[in-house]
T-cell receptor, first 115, second 112 residues
Framework: DAGVIQSPRHEVTEMGQEVTLRCKPI?????LFWYRQTMMRGLELLIY????????DSGMPEDRFSAKMPNASFSTLKIQPSEPRDSAVYFC?????????????FGSGTQLSVL | GENVEQHPSTLSVQEGDSAVIKCTYS??????FPWYKQELGKGPQLIID?????GEKKDQRIAVTLNKTAKHFSLHITETQPEDSAVYFC???????????FGTGTSLTVIP
């Protein structure tokens, strides 16, 4: 199993540019989560999907952020326009939703730097 | 919503000693408590978890305890090794379909 695959690993962009982060969950997993990690706020849940449907996007900081999951094997997180305060590590995680308790499997993250 | 607090934020131990990390939670409805280990440049990886119907769980050198009455749970690492050096996160959840609330992390350094 290849695990959760995220791309790119590093992204450096200028303020105002559009940024798209990509995620391929583990095959067969029903849930997908996007997290943001910063020193100040730790791990924050941005949005999560069940069976490709967005369930809770209350963590999305503002309208500049959007996420899609067009099929079970692919999701994107888009920031448009990007701002320096968006600089963080963005993690995608998937879960098989087996049983009563979910186990999260994280990707290696995308280190985003907005200059 | 749930509030998870984690202490200490940094911890240094000598190789072979034990390390303990503590977390408290606020929502009595939380019933699942995983611990994640994050190595430099990698995503968090699940190392052990405990459910609310269990008071203690052990896996080799790692153990987790849960006190539901006091709403706190702890990670214990015995006979620490340099490869245990990482950031450790606790989390709380109400189970499938509910989100995870993470603690702020503990940076553990094991000194050879």
């Amino acid at each position: 199993d290849a695990g959760v695959i995220q791309s790119p690993r590093h992204e450096v962009t200028e303020m105002g540019q559009e940024v798209t982060l990509r995620c391929k969950p583990i095959s067969g997993h029903n849930s997908l989560f996007w997290y943001r990690q910063t020193m100040m706020r730790g791990l924050e849940l941005l949005i999560y999907f069940n069976n490709n449907v967005p369930i809770d996007d209350s963590g999305m900081p503002e309208d500049r952020f959007s996420a899609k999951m067009p099929n079970a094997s692919f999701s994107t997180l888009k920031i448009q326009p990007s701002e320096p305060r968006d600089s963080a590590v963005y993690f995608c995680a998937s879960s098989p939703r087996q049983g009563r308790w979910e186990k999260l499997f994280f990707g290696s993250g995308t280190q985003l730097s907005v200059l | 919503g749930e509030n998870v607090e984690q202490h200490p934020s940094t911890l240094s131990v000598q190789e072979g000693d034990s390390a303990v990390i503590k977390c408290t939670y606020s929502d009595s409805a939380s019933n699942y408590f995983p611990w994640y280990k994050q190595e430099l440049g990698k995503g968090p990886q699940l190392i052990i978890d405990i459910r609310s119907n269990v008071g203690e769980k052990k896996d080799q050198r790692i153990a987790v305890t849960l006190n539901k009455t006091a709403k706190h749970f702890s990670l214990h690492i015995t006979e620490t090794q340099p490869e245990d050096s990482a950031v450790y996160f606790c989390a709380a959840s109400k189970g499938t379909g509910n989100q995870f609330y993470f603690g702020t992390g503990t940076s553990l350094t094991v000194i050879p």
